[in-house]
């Protein structure tokens, strides 16, 4: 089993969608959740950090569920802008260790 | 402000070539890593840094050399290169376990 698994889409969605991302982690010890944007031949760019309680900004919302080991990530009001794909990470170790996981991404196409 | 810089962005090597990919960070980040992107695999972690002097091993770190003397610079070393190197290599940095990665534009190598 990956360490951080993802649906890889496409997600293929009109402008204005409400559409929502999950992602499993398999290390019940880990410390830290992030959710990343990658847009094609770019380099992935910190979307949000995942926050225990939930967290908003603007349109995107997160949510780590710690007893099923998943977090996810709503958009809402999809935009043509939103296309690009999105990874999960994770840090499994904490204390000090920085080796974060990355999921293999999720594709996000959204279309007038 | 220049973030992260790697050199080159691209570069074709023939199998048993040596080179040096450079990584720089002007952030005063502790924290630098490496990683590998291939189709479906998403990022595997090379090596990292948690300091000047002190480097680890990451998920895939066979071929592959790094060294940390000062905390700008994290340079990866491609030691005999093999056609299964080819791949986009990306250099972080961020400045703490909690934190996310600011990521390097990239270096697209391929070995022929």
């Known amino acids: 089993r990956k360490e951080v698994e993802q649906d890889p889409g496409p997600f293929n969605v009109p402008e204005g969608a409400t559409v929502a991302f999950n992602c499993t982690y398999s290390n019940s010890a880990s410390q830290s959740f992030f959710w990343y944007r990658q847009d094609c031949r770019k380099e992935p760019k910190l979307l949000m950090s995942v926050y225990s309680s939930g967290n908003e900004d603007g349109r995107f919302t997160a949510q780590l569920n710690r007893a099923s080991q998943y977090i996810s990530l709503l958009i809402r009001d999809s935009k043509l802008s939103d296309s690009a794909t999105y990874l999960c990470?994770?840090?499994?170790?904490?204390?000090?260790?920085?080796?974060?996981?990355f999921g293999a991404g999720t594709r996000l196409a959204v279309h007038p | 402000n220049a973030g992260v810089t790697q050199t080159p962005k691209f570069q074709v090597l023939k199998t048993g070539q040596s080179m040096t990919l450079q990584c720089a960070q002007d952030?005063?980040?502790?924290?630098m890593s490496w990683y590998r992107q291939d189709p479906g695999m998403g990022l595997r972690l090379i090596h990292y840094?948690?300091?000047?002097?002190?480097?680890d091993q990451g998920e895939v770190p066979n071929g592959y050399n790094v060294s940390r003397s000062t905390t700008e610079d994290f340079p990866l070393r491609l030691l005999s290169a093999a056609p299964s190197q080819t791949s986009v290599y990306f250099c972080a940095s961020n400045r703490g376990q909690n934190y996310g990665y600011t990521f390097g534009s990239g270096t697209r190598l391929t070995v022929v």
């Open positions: 952030m005063n980040h502790e924290y």
């Open positions: 990470v994770v840090n499994p170790l904490g204390g000090g260790y920085n080796k974060l996981i």
């Open positions: 840094s948690v300091g000047a002097g002190i480097t």
